[in-house]
């Protein structure tokens, strides 16, 4: 039997994920990421795979293209990620942003011509952005090992586990005959990516470390996801006092700086992000 | 002639004083629709000059910053290992990096507009976050643009801007944090000087 492209997903992307979990031995400092090794090369696989293929495409779709066509396929899409967000606000308890989904869908498949048109925003009712990751994130489960994997980039253990489920659920990726369906699956694909040129420039120009910068970034935005924009802070740890260089100058060693120790701090972290949604 | 100086003295002061009492809210306003102004006429900005940008950016928006703070913040407990000397280094590169950034992003920018959340300023408070969102014409997705801001004596400060609930000051935490564990303060500043030395060059080049 021939393997489908989602099958052929769902495989590798457990495949990868128990890489990931399995492959402790490539460790590095940084206890968020401790098969370090194994996500470098993975990173430079997809970077060299983007500039090849990916980017390319995307930017000739972006020069191709007029942005209203551009914005209709980007809502068209978005609409029907509006039914699975819906199921996963349900999942995750949140029963009035899930009917407030549901209206999106009916609205903007009504009026807004199958969703290429976004009335629903204009009538107040607010895009979300929930997937299962997210949601076993709202049950308590924590992020896991930080892992890259081909094509889709930066995840965690929990969201790889997520993400299978995503591509499990998405309509575009169930929708038969498979020809539309590899057309569909490829123009969003295209599509997605020729939105985020425009921040292309800007990690470029931020990052010092490209790899550590999509990490991180990565990890804060879910941790912000999950907590629907309002995560407990975790700004000051230990930051240390804010009156400037004057702190050294005294010349008085703060205990505490000797004494941290690395790893609980990101731990303690985790712990707090996951307190603070079990007690929602 | 005296009470002409007291008036005068007495206005400058009062001035200063309206100065600082600036509600953060209000200064964030100001200086997003100022900027935001200027960029949607500059033509030169839209099409990629970056140098142009930096200096609105530099004329506008950095005097509400506070550097010395974003850098403390981005190395941690890093920070104590430097010595005054190296602080002030690494918070003048560091004020690059961040401008820089922050100049690309503006010229990327194509017909976006900036909602205002409503804020309050409750009694007492002296470090807040102010949310603002950008909204793309069209299509549904908007992007949170938060910032933090601390009462410093002359006035509110940002200390932190946050992006879709990404910190850029504590986006570098790590970079810096095996930066320093591996080569010291000293491999961070040459690495952050290196950093900024090719940003120039691209820079220049367009």
Known sequence: MKTTLPARIKTVAVAVAATGLLAGCATSGNPKDPIEGFNRAMFAFNEGLDAAIVKPVAKGYDAVLPSPIKTGVTNFFSNIDDLFIGVNNLLQGKVPEAFSDLGRVMINTTVGLLGVIDFASDAGLEKHDEDFGQTFGRWGVGNGAYVVIPVFGSRTARDTVGLVLDVAADPVANHRPTRTRDLALALRFVNDRANLLPAD???????????????????????????????????????????????????????????????????????????????? | MKSL??????????????????????????????????????????????????????????????????????????????????????????????????????????????????????????????????????????????????????????????????????????????????????????????????????????
């Not at chain 1, 804060?220 to 309002?230: A, E, K, V």
């Not at chain 2, 003048?92 to 503006?106: G, I, N, P, Q």
């Not at chain 2, 010291?184 to 500043?189: A, K, N, S, V």
């Open chain 1, 201 to 280: 420039k800007v990690i470029e120009e931020a990052a010092l470390d490209k790899y550590s910068y999509m990490r991180d970034a990565y990890l804060q935005r879910r941790r912000n996801l999950i907590h629907d924009g309002n995560p407990p802070r975790e700004i000051e740890a230990d930051a240390g006092p804010a009156d400037g260089p004057q702190t050294a100058e005294a010349g008085v060693p703060d205990p505490r700086a000797e004494l941290a120790p690395v790893a609980p701090v990101p731990a303690l972290l985790v712990a707090r992000t996951q307190a603070s949604s079990e007690a929602k």
């Open chain 2, 5 to 206: 100086f007291a008036l005068i003295g007495g206005l400058l002061f009062a001035a200063t004083a309206m100065a600082q009492e600036v509600a953060p809210d209000v200064l964030v306003k100001t200086v997003t629709n100022e900027v935001l102004e200027i960029v949607r006429k500059d033509k030169d900005i839209q099409s990629g000059n970056t140098k142009k940008a930096i200096d609105l950016v530099e004329a506008k928006v950095l005097p509400n910053f506070n550097f010395t703070r974003m850098t403390q913040l981005a190395m941690a407990r890093d920070w104590r290992q430097a010595s005054p000397a190296q602080q002030k280094i690494l918070t003048d590169e560091f004020h690059t990096l961040l401008v820089r950034t922050y100049s690309k992003a503006l010229t990327e920018y194509k017909n976006q507009t900036v909602a205002f959340k409503p804020f309050t300023l409750k009694a007492g408070e002296t470090d807040v976050r102010v949310r603002t969102e950008i909204q793309q014409a069209g299509a549904g997705k908007n992007v949170e643009l938060d910032y933090w801001l601390e009462k410093a004596p002359s006035g509110w400060k940002v200390y932190d801007i946050e992006v879709g609930g990404i910190s850029l000051v504590t986006n570098y935490r790590e970079s810096f944090a095996s930066e320093v564990r591996n080569n010291g303060i000293e491999g961070l500043i040459k690495s952050l000087q290196a950093k900024n030395k090719s940003g120039e060059a691209t820079s220049v080049k367009k």
